[in-house]
């Protein structure tokens, strides 16, 4: 591999901003300084923009066997549309089949990944039957595999769903072994039994999706994995939260001196819960679990970033295309779940967030790559720039302004939840592991190109 030279750029890292030129040689930076007198095997002119650790999404779904069907990414499609969009590395969920194995769960991820991702991915392990032979898998999972991040879901019961047992004798093991758990927070037989009473009304529209899922249902299943977490003594992190009641008890837990890691999603800082409520349809675009909230809790997100209860925006990205949406066309609960933002992501947290004044430039940069860099124990290799780091750097220029369309996305899904959104602020060239996989558009790299990451045992960095 050649070497690489970038000039002129401002370098933003999350705690840092400041112009300089970046010297890459093969896959990472090698220099970093002013006025770099180097030669090199290729030279970018960076004069105007951004220079970005590239986009971690920590919270993926390619391919995803879910609801009668499959989300409409692969790894191929999807990386490459997150790395159109200025995300380099993703997380994904390989998970468990109950009455399987969790090695059954990560052959699989394995075969849709390997050698077809186009950008940088690893997993986390989704455990959905904790049994004594699940419990013999741990280590070699953390240890063998390198995955330090185990998921749960407390919802989706009958597919997904662990008991609190389950979950409680899951933690204790990570707590011996190294690992984080992860949440999806909804009260399961709560959300069941509101969906019963609505479909047995002849209430079957989308809006009875986010009818059956309030807050509350969140918030007591956040507030319960607190609980464990705390009592078990494991390390936890929450994905997808959407609301104010969540963040109130993980603000509660940090009184007792617990660090609760905490995801949000774009979509739940940008959207809000009246999309369910449109005409015909509509609303099936956004059903997803949590579902959208109210503006009220958009605003608490925000606040959460801020003040440092918020650690990470990821997309949760897991699309489906309308003919499958209308697989719940009569029965809103047949509606997979699940929506499209792997590409946009980026580019809407910096023009929402950073050109809206709602966050620091350094902020948007630790929400979207640092801080899950940290967290998953990527770091430093990922989500930073800085010597010895992967050379995944994005050319972003602050100042092109362009509309979100499914006519011009890269997403294999037939619509955009942000259809016609205009945002400030552009992806120009994507660069993984020193290569330029984008420019302006176009993609320089293909399938395969993506490296599968593996990580150290758990250790907090945040
Ligand atoms: O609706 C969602 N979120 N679909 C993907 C699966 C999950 O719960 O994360
Ligand atoms: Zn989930
Ligand atoms: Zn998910």
């Not at 986009?55 to 989300?71: Q, S």
């Not at 191929?76 to 109950?98: M, N």
């Not at 330029?436 to 176009?442: C, L, N, R, S």
Request: proline share 4%; aromatic share 8%; charged share 25%.
């Amino acid at each position: 591999m050649g070497s690489l030279l970038i000039k002129n750029g401002m370098v933003v890292t999350a705690t840092d901003q400041y112009q300089a030129d970046v010297y890459i040689e093969g896959e990472t930076v090698s220099m970093i300084g002013r006025k770099l007198e180097v030669s090199a095997d290729k030279e970018i002119d960076a004069q105007g923009c951004y220079l970005f650790p590239g986009g971690i999404d920590a919270h993926t779904h390619m391919e995803l066997p879910f609801m009668g069907t499959h989300a409409s990414d692969s790894f191929e499609t999807g990386t490459l549309a997150g790395l159109h969009g200025g995300t380099t590395t993703i997380i994904d969920f390989a998970i468990q089949t109950q009455g399987d194995t969790l090695e059954a769960a990560l052959q699989d991820w394995h075969k849709k990944a390997d050698g077809h991702a186009v950008g940088d991915y690893a997993f986390h392990c989704a455990v959905t039957d904790f049994n004594p032979e699940t419990r013999k898998e741990i280590p070699k999972v953390i240890h063998e595999h390198g995955i330090n991040s185990f998921k749960v879901f407390m919802a989706y019961k009958g597919a997904l769903m662990v008991d609190d047992r389950q979950m409680f004798e899951l933690m204790q093991e990570l707590v011996e072994h190294g690992g984080i758990i992860t949440t999806h927070c909804e009260n399961g037989d709560m959300v069941d039994r509101n969906i019963e009473q609505n479909l047995a009304a002849g209430n079957t529209s989308p809006k009875y999706h986010v009818l059956s899922r309030p807050a509350i249902c969140e918030a007591e299943a956040a507030g319960r994995a607190i609980d464990l977490a705390y009592q078990s003594g494991c390390s936890l992190y929450i994905v997808h939260t959407t609301c104010e009641e969540s963040l109130a008890r993980v603000k509660n837990a940090t009184m007792r001196g617990q660090k609760v890691h905490v995801e949000t999603c774009i979509q739940y800082l940008l959207l809000d819960e009246s999309e369910y409520f449109k005409e015909g349809f509509e609303g099936a675009k956004v059903v997803m679990s949590p579902p959208l909230r109210k503006k009220k809790d958009q605003q608490a997100l925000w606040d959460g970033i801020n003040q440092n209860l918020v650690h990470h925006v990821a997309t949760d990205h897991c699309p489906f295309c309308m003919d499958q949406k209308a697989m719940g066309k009569d029965d809103f609960s047949k509606i997979p779940n699940g929506a499209p933002g792997i590409e946009n992501r980026f580019e809407l947290l910096y023009s929402e967030g950073v050109v809206k004044n709602r966050i620091s430039l350094n902020k948007f940069v630790e929400m979207s790559s640092t801080g899950a860099a940290k967290i998953f124990g990527l770091f430093p290799r990922k989500g930073t720039i800085a010597v010895g780091s992967d050379a995944d750097i994005i050319i972003f220029d602050p100042q092109v302004k362009h509309t979100i369309s499914a006519d011009t996305h890269h997403m294999r899904v037939d619509y955009n939840p942000y259809e016609g959104w205009q945002v400030q602020g552009k992806t120009r060239t994507t660069i993984l592991r020193g290569t330029v996989a984008i420019d302006e558009g176009k993609a320089l790299v293909g399938e395969g190109f993506g490296k599968y990451l593996k990580r150290p045992p758990f250790k907090p960095l945040i």
